[in-house]
C-alpha cells in the first residue's frame, strides 16, 4: 500500500495508527494485472474467491501469524458481481476467525460501497483511499461512512496535496500551534475521523509525525480547512 512520512515517502507499512500501541496486522487483496503475473500469490486463473482464500493463506504465511486484523479488498472490480464473489471469500476467511475486520481500498464510488454494504453479510469496516482532489476528497463517501460508522484510512495525503500545504490556511494554523503545515493536515483529517496513513524508516521523522496529534483546532479552524477541501475537490 502507498504510504508516506512528512520527511520521506519511502517506507510501506501494512497498516498504522497514530495512536495505538500496539501492532496491527493487515493485508490486503489486489486482483492480478498483466504484469503480475510471476508474482501473484494464487492462480489467476483460478475463481475469484479461491484466489481471495489463497492470497490470504500466503499472507498469514508471509506475516507468521495466525490472525489477520485487517483484509482490505484492494479495489472494486468493473462488475459488481465479482466483488460480491471476493468478498464472501473475505466473509468466509472472517468466520473462520482469521480475519478480524473487512474493508475496501480505492473505492471512490458511493454508490459502489453502499451496494456492497447493503449485500454484506459482515459489513465493512473500514475504507482506505487516496487523499486528493480528483476524487473530491471523498467528501461525501467520508460522510456516509460516519454515519455507518466506518473508519477511513487515507494515503498520498501529502503527496498528492501539495497545494493545500502552501495554502495560507494551513500555514497560518501551523504558524499559530507551532507546527508544519503538514502536520496540520494529518491532525486535521484525525479530527475529521481519517486516519492517514504514514510510514518512515527514521525514528526522528516517526515523532515528528505522531507530533501532529497533540492539538485540537476549533469548530471555526475545521471549518476553514473544510471549505479548502471544498473549494479544490473535483467533482466526480
Known sequence: MPSESLAEENEQ??????????????????KQRTGDLDTVP?????????????????????????????????????????????????????????????????????EVLQNLYKIAEIKPTLVQNRFYDETGYDIELRRWCREHDIANQSFWTLTANPHLLTNSVLVQLAGQYGKAPAQVLFNYLRQRNVTPLTGTKSVEHMKLDLNSFDVNFSADELHQIDLLLEEFATPI
Not at 464472501?88 to 473505492?107: D, V
Request: proline share 6%; with cysteine.
Open 13 to 30: 507499512p501494512i497498516m498504522s495508527t497514530h495512536d495505538m500501541p500496539f501492532i496491527i496486522y493487515g493485508t490486503a487483496w489486489k
Open 42 to 110: 494464487y492462480d489467476p486463473n483460478a475463481p475469484v474467491y479461491e484466489q481471495v482464500l489463497a492470497s490470504c493463506e500466503v499472507s498469514l504465511h508471509n506475516l507468521q501469524t495466525r490472525y489477520l486484523d485487517g483484509y482490505i479488498l484492494h479495489s472494486p472490480f468493473k462488475v459488481f458481481e465479482q466483488t460480491v464473489e471476493a468478498w464472501r471469500a473475505m466473509e468466509s476467511l472472517y468466520h473462520q476467525g482469521k480475519i478480524g475486520h473487512l474493508g475496501i481500498s480505492n473505492c471512490y464510488q458511493l
